[in-house]
């Protein structure tokens, strides 16, 4: 167990975004509810708005940014619009409650492994979506401080009380939130990021970020040769991973699978946007190369589908065929158009890859994977698991 931080814990932001529609174009009917009025008492409630918007002290950022793009039928995010190539919907709504019912079963009913302690004050969670983790994570660990950061603007507008929600790309040089964080929490983000490895290079907190940096740094050199990095000694980074790659180990599934090509060839459109995804063992490797120390990787088959007679396999069977299908339309849009596939040709990749998602005699799975590593310190903590 870590000893109590009692830092205090500031957020910087240049605005507070109280209403959803200056913050994203909605249609007339998720508008249909905006005329009710909630009336709250402040001194008792529970929850309060937590968005705000993450930008330089001095900038100002024009509401137009935050409109959302439109492409392909599906809705994308507006801030720095176009670097990030899913959609953030009602589709994609769905598929993320999946993926985090999938990882609680997958877990346990854990929402991290990470021994942080059991009175934590500093937690964030990049490219957090919907929220629906940072969300959990603060009604279970009430003495923090929680952050939700994404692109878009689609988290709930009313959280509980020690939750904020930035909109922010935590690939820009600088984050603007704090540091000191407990634990850094990422879920299928090794698919979005350009540089995981220049990411966990700028978390790691006070790391010589030149060769020549001095051993013992005075107030002066510290200007010059380091960073004030974001977690702290002995705090925990931690990724739950989807590894998108289709396996089977029984001969069921043929080597031109539909499914399995059109995940292939999604990820060849990944790549057009300068996104690979990486495998278990190169996660692992740039957690260490980053500094990170008790690295623990735990992978587990998931399998596709109901076709397992266990019955707790075949519950997560369910969700990871419903997480699927879900993530299907969206591939098929910006993914495989990157790869100038005609509208026929993605459309017959779609439903011959949703065709064989429904052959419950291929027996296919996907890796799961949970990782987490610490930040030296002069001792190790133990994990939980």
């Given at each position: 167990?870590?000893?109590?931080?009692?830092?205090?814990?500031?957020?910087?932001?240049?605005?507070?975004?109280?209403?959803?529609?200056?913050?994203?174009?909605?249609?007339?009917?998720?508008?249909?509810?905006?005329?009710?009025?909630?009336?709250?008492?402040?001194?008792?409630?529970?929850?309060?708005?937590?968005?705000?918007?993450?930008?330089?002290?001095?900038?100002?950022?024009?509401?137009?940014?935050?409109?959302?793009?439109?492409?392909?039928?599906?809705?994308?995010?507006?801030?720095?619009?176009?670097?990030?190539?899913?959609?953030?919907?009602?589709?994609?709504?769905?598929?993320?409650?999946?993926?985090?019912?999938?990882?609680?079963?997958?877990?346990?009913?854990?929402?991290?492994?990470?021994?942080?302690?059991?009175?934590?004050?500093?937690?964030?969670?990049?490219?957090?979506?919907?929220?629906?983790?940072?969300?959990?994570?603060?009604?279970?660990?009430?003495?923090?401080?929680?952050?939700?950061?994404?692109?878009?603007?689609?988290?709930?507008?009313?959280?509980?009380?020690?939750?904020?929600?930035?909109?922010?790309?935590?690939?820009?040089?600088?984050?603007?939130?704090?540091?000191?964080?407990d634990l850094v929490h990422f879920r299928q983000m090794t698919h979005v990021f350009r540089n995981l490895q220049g990411l966990l290079t700028k978390i790691?907190?006070?790391?010589?970020?030149?060769?020549?940096?001095?051993?013992?740094?005075?107030?002066e050199t510290v200007a010059n040769y380091w960073e004030d990095r974001h977690v702290k000694n002995g705090g925990w980074v931690e990724f739950h991973e989807l590894i998108f790659e289709i396996r089977c180990d029984?001969?069921?599934?043929?080597?031109?699978?539909?499914?399995?090509?059109?995940?292939?060839?999604?990820?060849?459109?990944?790549?057009?946007?300068?996104?690979?995804?990486?495998?278990?063992?190169?996660?692992?490797?740039?957690?260490?190369?980053?500094?990170?120390?008790?690295?623990?990787?735990?992978?587990?088959?998931?399998?596709?589908?109901?076709?397992?007679?266990?019955?707790?396999?075949?519950?997560?069977?369910?969700?990871?065929?419903?997480?699927?299908?879900?993530?299907?339309?969206?591939?098929?849009?910006?993914?495989?158009?990157?790869?100038?596939?005609?509208?026929?040709?993605?459309?017959?990749?779609?439903?011959?890859?949703?065709?064989?998602?429904?052959?419950?005699?291929?027996?296919?799975?996907?890796?799961?994977?949970?990782?987490?590593?610490?930040?030296?310190?002069?001792?190790?903590?133990?994990?939980?698991?």
């Amino acid at each position: 167990m870590y000893d109590d931080d009692d830092t205090t814990f500031s957020l910087v932001s240049t605005a507070s975004v109280t209403d959803a529609t200056s913050v994203t174009t909605r249609t007339e009917l998720e508008h249909a509810d905006d005329d009710i009025d909630f009336e709250i008492d402040d001194a008792t409630s529970d929850f309060e708005s937590g968005w705000e918007v993450s930008s330089g002290p001095s900038t100002s950022v024009p509401p137009s940014v935050y409109e959302d793009e439109i492409a392909y039928g599906r809705r994308y995010h507006g801030f720095r619009r176009g670097i990030y190539p899913m959609p953030n919907d009602e589709v994609e709504r769905h598929r993320e409650e999946t993926v985090h019912a999938l990882f609680l079963q997958l877990m346990g009913g854990h929402l991290f492994y990470a021994n942080i302690g059991d009175y934590p004050q500093k937690i964030i969670d990049i490219g957090t979506g919907i929220g629906i983790w940072p969300i959990d994570v603060a009604d279970q660990h009430p003495s923090a401080s929680v952050i939700g950061t994404d692109l878009s603007p689609i988290q709930p507008p009313w959280v509980p009380i020690n939750v904020r929600m930035f909109i922010e790309d935590s690939e820009e040089p600088e984050w603007l939130h704090g540091s000191d964080f407990d634990l850094v929490h990422f879920r299928q983000m090794t698919h979005v990021f350009r540089n995981l490895q220049g990411l966990l290079t700028k978390i790691y907190p006070f790391v010589p970020v030149v060769a020549d940096a001095p051993p013992f740094p005075t107030l002066e050199t510290v200007a010059n040769y380091w960073e004030d990095r974001h977690v702290k000694n002995g705090g925990w980074v931690e990724f739950h991973e989807l590894i998108f790659e289709i396996r089977c180990d029984d001969g069921s599934m043929k080597e031109d699978d539909p499914l399995r090509v059109f995940i292939e060839s999604m990820k060849d459109g990944l790549r057009v946007y300068g996104i690979n995804i990486l495998t278990i063992n190169e996660l692992e490797q740039i957690l260490g190369e980053a500094g990170f120390t008790n690295v623990h990787c735990i992978t587990k088959k998931v399998p596709i589908s109901t076709w397992p007679r266990d019955k707790t396999l075949r519950a997560l069977g369910v969700f990871m065929k419903t997480t699927i299908n879900d993530s299907l339309g969206a591939m098929a849009a910006k993914p495989l158009a990157a790869l100038n596939l005609s509208p026929a040709q993605r459309v017959a990749m779609l439903e011959a890859a949703r065709e064989s998602l429904e052959d419950t005699s291929i027996h296919r799975y996907i890796n799961c994977c949970v990782c987490y590593a610490q930040k030296r310190e002069g001792h190790y903590a133990e994990s939980l698991y």
